[in-house]
């Protein structure tokens, strides 16, 4: 699924989260609007496996989020031109590996709903915060219907089964893109620290209260997005 205006030179990419879409998570919550509004143009792309993006049968091609995403754009990554992104949850994990493939293409990064999850040694945990997390996942999956989770449950096991699942420092270092992180305190993925600590030019907004879900649909993470990235309306 492909949503865009072409109000404005500059687009930015949206990348949602596993087991939602372009629609539910940056449509329906006024992101696109908002944008718009604030003289940029949004683009989304449902990741694969997703909404109305393709469903393969084979576990082994949800492994590469990114080629999918990159084929989509409406430029070639060698023309010059750049994108800033915001992604969520696995949005933001795409997010990151668009940009360590293709350092050139990415000018600005929003990545939230992420933090010591993503980094090699900080793994969650088995406590009361990820068994809570998998409850509101299989929920997710339920509301999807049969046909639909057992794609997204494909999706699940072949981003878990990466051998490159986790950044490393080395990594991280060679992002030295503007990034601001977003995360709530009740975010089952955080604390940001562990992968904050390793990004050379990144910016943290801490949302008190807020868990993994509810995150996109928060006035605090709109807001310091629109700021970071240069679009809030002016009205």
Not at 108 to 127: D, K, T
């Amino acid at each position: 699924m492909s949503i865009w205006s072409t109000e404005a030179p500059v687009p930015i990419v949206f990348l949602h989260g596993w087991a939602t879409s372009t629609q539910m998570t940056w449509v329906e919550p006024g992101w696109f609007e908002l944008v718009k509004e604030g003289g940029s143009r949004p683009l989304g792309y449902d990741l694969l496996g997703h909404g109305e993006a393709d469903k393969p049968d084979d576990v082994e091609a949800y492994k590469d989020l990114v080629t999918p995403l990159v084929d989509q754009l409406p430029f070639g990554v060698d023309e010059g031109r750049q994108i800033d992104i915001v992604g969520y949850s696995l949005g933001a994990r795409t997010a990151l590996d668009l940009t360590l493939r293709h350092p050139q293409l990415v000018r600005r990064l929003v990545l939230s709903g992420v933090g010591r999850n993503l980094v090699e040694g900080s793994a969650l945990g088995e406590g009361s915060d990820r068994a809570g997390a998998d409850y509101r996942f299989e929920g997710l999956l339920r509301t999807a219907g049969e046909e639909a989770a057992a794609i997204l449950q494909k999706v699940g096991e072949a981003q878990s089964a990466r051998d490159d699942r986790y950044f490393t420092a080395e990594q991280l270092a060679t992002v030295t893109q503007p990034v601001l992180m977003v995360i709530g305190t009740e975010d089952f993925a955080g604390p940001p620290e562990p992968l904050a600590d390793l990004l050379p030019n990144v910016e943290v907004t801490i949302l008190p209260g807020v868990d993994h879900f509810s995150l996109p649909k928060q006035f605090g993470f709109i807001d310091a997005a629109l700021e970071f990235l240069d679009c809030v309306p002016r009205w």
